[in-house]
């Protein structure tokens, strides 16, 4: 499996970047974790739209389904220039029906997930956990035949994250805070839970994303491997994270 972190901000995309977005590939498969703002400019540079096979959301605020909109807009131009009908799948939570509606577009499909099963998809099979955060957000774990890759989407701290991590090989965690600070109220993780998680589930590699626009983010880092002694990698356009190259 290859992993590459297509968008990393927390709220909005600071400049030339993106908020949450990632890009998981296997078997020629395509599959897009979220979509957030300024995603679909920085995804071009590693494929065409029309090359995606499916989308997974983890919830409806906006730094994560901002780019949704235009991403349906150029399968609808793509499609017309190319005379083609192509209907790309966007699996989404029923418990937002507003928000899961306006995955259906002309060339794109709602697709309901039930959290409480797992979701096959090409090479891929998620399963979901429901998170700590102000509106319904699931976490996920995305597995192929060799890997397992947990994606905490937006979460406070809670235990049950490291047995739903436990022994992946590549961690994605929200690192909205910094260690000491609360992030309960929003949602969100500190850099010291983070690690915490990371430790606990015995993961391989840690990604500290959905990094905050204050503060000096390379702490983030710092503050987490007091915690976990593994690999830790601060998110970053096109970091990439493969099977082959660990």
Same mark, same amino acid.
């Given at each position: ?23 998981? &590939? ?16 920085? %995804?071009?540079?590693? #494929? ?7 989308? !997974? ?9 901002? +780019? ?18 192509? !209907? ?7 418990? @937002?029906?507003?928000? %899961?509606?306006? %995955? /259906? ?18 090479? $891929?099979?998620?399963? $979901? ?24 989407? @937006?979460?406070?701290?809670?235990? &049950?994250?490291?047995? $739903? ?5 590549? #961690?994605? /965690? @929200?690192? *909205?805070?910094?260690?000491?600070? +609360?992030?309960?109220?929003p949602g969100h993780m /500190? ?7 990371? *430790? %606990? ?8 994303s959905h990094l905050p626009h204050f503060?000096?983010? *390379? #702490? ?7 915690? $976990? ?7 970053? *356009? ?9």
């Amino acid at each position: 499996m290859k992993v590459t972190t297509i968008g990393y901000w927390g709220g909005y995309p600071a400049v030339n970047s993106a908020t949450s977005c990632y890009l998981m &590939e296997e078997e020629n498969y395509k599959l897009l974790i979220d979509c957030g703002s300024g995603a679909l400019a920085q %995804l071009q540079q590693k #494929l065409e739209v029309t090359d995606l096979d499916a989308v !997974v959301l983890s919830h409806y605020h906006h730094d994560h389904i901002a +780019d949704i909109g235009v991403l349906q807009y150029a399968w609808l131009v793509q499609n017309t220039i190319q005379e083609t009908s192509d !209907v790309l799948p966007i699996f989404g939570h029923e418990q @937002d029906e507003k928000g %899961l509606q306006s %995955l /259906t577009h002309q060339y794109t499909e709602g697709v309901a997930y039930d959290p409480n099963q797992p979701l096959e998809l090409g090479p $891929f099979t998620i399963e $979901f956990l429901q998170t700590k955060h102000p509106v319904p957000c699931y976490a996920m774990k995305i597995c192929s035949n060799t890997d397992q890759i947990v994606y905490t989407a @937006d979460t406070s701290y809670f235990e &049950e994250l490291a047995q $739903f991590a436990k022994g992946s090989d590549l #961690l994605i /965690t @929200d690192t *909205n805070f910094y260690k000491g600070m +609360d992030g309960s109220g929003p949602g969100h993780m /500190t850099s010291e839970e983070a690690g915490k998680i990371a *430790n %606990l589930a015995d993961v391989d590699t840690l990604w500290l994303s959905h990094l905050p626009h204050f503060g000096e983010t *390379n #702490l983030l880092k710092q503050e987490a491997a007091d915690v $976990f002694k593994g690999h830790i990698e601060l998110a970053e *356009n096109e970091l990439t994270w493969s099977s082959d190259a660990q």
